[in-house]
């Protein structure tokens, strides 16, 4: 039990597909962010919400649209995704938004576009 | 632009000798530095942090270094066991600004 819960775990889609990924966090914590991770590179960050508010938006592109509906809850929402997007989609949550707040991942969604 | 560099790919160490990793940063206004370490299929997980009022933290087999003049922080483990082999992030952020940059990692592979 990680505490942080991704599903699922692996997904193929067609560039012309439509799905989502979920994240469910059972700490008690406010915040909540969306990592990708491409091979050899850093963690990017995409997104963060506090309290169920975005509050961070990493200059990511349309095709990814986050959604939060509660605070132990947050979904990356893939449309009309290119090949290049195929990554390591990981999913966070820490007490507060602070980076004095350590972050805990889920095991993460492997997304491949074909 | 990579504000946060782990220039060491992989490391090999032999069990019971002592690891070190190193990373460095550019943004002098980092004032938090977290260590993190993933196995396969897993997602990262916390290791130990240190803050820039401090210049070492210590928690059992690890302990985190931090140099503010030359923008550098290690971690070491001693001594390494096989289990220790893992991806290791090195991250850093600003308090008041609440995003943490990462590492590219390093991977750690403990040999009996």
């Known amino acids: 039990e990680t505490g942080v819960t991704q599903t699922p775990r692996h997904l193929v889609m067609g560039m012309t597909n439509k799905k989502s990924l979920k994240c469910e966090q059972h700490l008690g914590h406010n915040a909540m962010y969306w990592y990708k991770q491409s091979a050899k590179k850093p963690l990017e960050l995409m997104f963060v919400y506090s309290l169920e508010e975005r509050v961070e938006n990493n200059s990511v592109p349309s095709r990814f649209s986050p959604e939060c509906p509660n605070s132990s809850h947050l979904f990356l929402h893939l449309h009309t995704l290119q090949p290049e997007d195929s990554a390591l989609y990981l999913c966070?949550?820490?007490?507060?938004w602070g980076s004095g707040s350590p972050l805990h991942f889920g095991n993460g969604t492997r997304l491949t576009v074909t | 632009d990579q504000q946060v560099k782990q220039n060491s790919p992989s490391l090999s160490v032999q069990e019971g000798r002592i690891s070190i990793l190193n990373c460095d940063y550019t943004n002098s206004m980092f004032d938090y530095f977290l260590w993190y370490k993933k196995y396969p299929a897993e997602g990262p997980t916390f290791l130990i942090s240190?803050?820039?009022?401090?210049d070492k933290n210590e928690d059992g087999r690890f302990t985190v270094f931090l140099n503010k003049s030359a923008k550098h922080l290690s971690l070491h483990i001693v001594p390494s066991q096989p289990g220790d082999s893992a991806v290791y992030f090195c991250?850093?952020?600003?308090?008041?600004?609440?995003?943490?940059?990462f590492g590219a990692g390093t991977q750690v592979v403990v040999t009996p």
């Open positions: 966070a949550s820490s007490q507060d």
């Open positions: 240190i803050s820039s009022i401090k």
């Open positions: 991250a850093a952020g600003e308090d008041s600004w609440g995003k943490l940059q």
